[in-house]
């Protein structure tokens, strides 16, 4: 039961910045249970375990974005000085590495559990969005042919035009001589 409401609040704190999942290094700390500045500092005594592709800090337009829609905490109450770090899914494993309580391997395996079903549940909606693209181009072409048939229905429906008596001389045969017809009153 404990991991199901690990794995939730982990779920809610992966973003999506840069085209890719991503967590803030201040909710890493919280996880992983030391200071943003504890985990900070690790990670740059290990620099070289944390190419571009692991982690990036993010510009001041994207933490404008993220203090609007996430309540965090402003500068003249001691919030933040810096730009917060974002950690890939990669970045997250690596951590794990460089905090090595018990603590912080256990969250790691965690968040990437989370991070998998994630990639699952994505792949999925992308093989439904692409089934659904097809049923409506199906759909898109049986009401094109429905749209016909109904025009045809409607035009039998139509009472047929009466001939309309014709006035003057009438050909029987191509080539006969031309008769004349008086009209019977």
Known sequence: MNEIIQTERIEKKILFLRRQK????????????????????????NAQRFPPEFMFRLS??????LRSQIVTSKKSRGGRRYLPYAFTEHGVAMLATVLKSDQAVRMSILIIKVFVRLRELLSSHKELAETLQVLETRIGKHDQEIQAIIEAIRQLLQPPEKPKRQIGFKVDE???KYKLKRKKA
């Open 22 to 45: 991503v967590m803030i290094d201040a909710d890493l700390a919280a996880l992983y249970g030391v200071s943003t500045k504890v985990l900070i500092q690790a990670v740059k005594r």
């Open 60 to 65: 001041s337009e994207e933490y404008q974005f």
């Open 174 to 176: 191509p080539g006969a």
